[in-house]
């Protein structure tokens, strides 16, 4: 009888040991499949942060490219970008791919129309100092390639609002020619404000007190900083990154307040 009861214990730790045994495999497997679920997870979003840099990286060398006031975008689903990434799976004949990867960019480099000149929207400006403004916007890209290059043309804006005491300022728009000689015409009003092609606006203000006033144009006004969003699509995750870049002056207007003391 005694030899019975212990063989009936070991059955019974027998199967107490295969019962842990399987609920210790059921649980590693559970494990490793949520270890390899947030793996992929992570790859995922590693993936959508370089392709959101790439975008980064083409907006930069887009805005180095351009003259100020650029507006350009390019869709997740834009030519460029099929023609630039293929389907990350081995596609067997007649297959589609389930995803592709991607991303958008936009680059902003305009400010918002002005609808009233209240405080917050006034620029200030100290004694003997002065804003440059360029009195037109670039435009006219309508591809990757033309986004890169300088020479397309630079287009017309509708004309600029001044809001402030004209007679505490000086005006005056700088260009250069062809010749590269500079071209500086003067005026006393803000009437004296035209559009042109690749001129700056000069605004001085050439009095021993800080002067403010509001510049208004309805298709925006170049600003100095531009700014580029860009987000990476890879399977379901999404990243975007977004960044400021500065558009330096030409060297001829570097020297931004010769207008004073005339």
Same mark, same amino acid.
């Given at each position: 009888?005694?030899?019975?009861?212990?063989?009936? &214990?070991?059955?019974? +730790?027998?199967? *107490?040991?295969?019962?842990?045994?399987?609920?210790?495999?059921?649980?590693?497997? +559970?494990?490793?499949?949520? #270890? *390899?679920?947030?793996?992929?997870?992570? &790859?995922?979003?590693?993936?959508?942060?370089?392709?959101?840099?790439?975008?980064?990286?083409?907006?930069?060398?887009?805005?180095?490219?351009?003259?100020?006031?650029?507006?350009?975008?390019?869709?997740?689903?834009?030519?460029?970008?099929?023609?630039?990434?293929?389907?990350?799976?081995?596609?067997? =004949?007649?297959?589609?791919?389930?995803? @592709?990867?991607?991303?958008? +960019?936009?680059?902003?480099? $305009?400010?918002?129309?002005?609808?009233?000149?209240?405080?917050?929207?006034?620029?200030?400006?100290?004694?003997?100092?002065?804003?440059?403004?360029? +009195? #037109?916007?670039?435009?006219?890209?309508?591809?990757?390639?033309?986004?890169?290059?300088?020479?397309?043309?630079?287009?017309?804006?509708?004309?600029?609002?001044?809001?402030?005491?004209?007679?505490?300022?000086? *005006?005056?728009?700088?260009? $250069?020619?062809?010749?590269?000689?500079?071209?500086?015409?003067?005026? &006393?009003?803000?009437?004296?404000?035209?559009?042109?092609?690749?001129?700056?606006?000069?605004?001085?203000?050439?009095?021993?007190? !800080? @002067?403010?006033?509001?510049?208004?144009?309805? &298709?925006?006004?170049? @600003?100095?900083?531009?700014?580029?969003?860009? !987000?990476?699509? *890879?399977?379901?995750? @999404?990243?975007?990154? =977004?960044?400021?870049?500065?558009?330096?002056?030409?060297?001829?207007?570097?020297?931004?307040?010769?207008?004073?003391?005339?």
């Amino acid at each position: 009888m005694r030899i019975k009861r212990y063989q009936g &214990n070991i059955t019974l +730790l027998a199967l *107490f040991v295969l019962l842990g045994s399987a609920l210790l495999g059921v649980s590693v497997a +559970l494990y490793m499949k949520n #270890f *390899f679920r947030y793996s992929e997870n992570i &790859n995922n979003y590693e993936r959508a942060n370089y392709l959101a840099k790439a975008g980064t990286e083409l907006g930069l060398a887009i805005v180095g490219s351009r003259e100020p006031g650029l507006e350009f975008t390019i869709e997740s689903g834009h030519q460029f970008i099929k023609d630039n990434f293929d389907c990350p799976f081995t596609l067997k =004949e007649g297959e589609n791919c389930p995803f @592709q990867p991607a991303f958008s +960019l936009t680059i902003s480099g $305009l400010s918002q129309q002005l609808n009233n000149c209240n405080e917050s929207q006034k620029i200030k400006v100290g004694p003997g100092l002065s804003v440059i403004v360029p +009195l #037109f916007k670039d435009s006219g890209i309508s591809n990757i390639d033309a986004a890169l290059h300088k020479e397309n043309q630079l287009a017309r804006g509708t004309p600029f609002n001044f809001y402030g005491e004209a007679s505490k300022w000086r *005006f005056a728009t700088v260009s $250069l020619s062809n010749q590269n000689e500079l071209l500086l015409e003067q005026g &006393n009003t803000p009437e004296d404000i035209k559009c042109k092609t690749n001129t700056y606006l000069v605004i001085v203000n050439p009095t021993p007190d !800080i @002067q403010e006033f509001c510049l208004e144009n309805s &298709n925006g006004i170049a @600003q100095e900083s531009v700014k580029i969003i860009s !987000i990476g699509f *890879f399977k379901d995750k @999404q990243l975007g990154t =977004e960044t400021f870049a500065k558009q330096a002056l030409p060297s001829f207007l570097q020297g931004d307040n010769y207008l004073i003391g005339e």
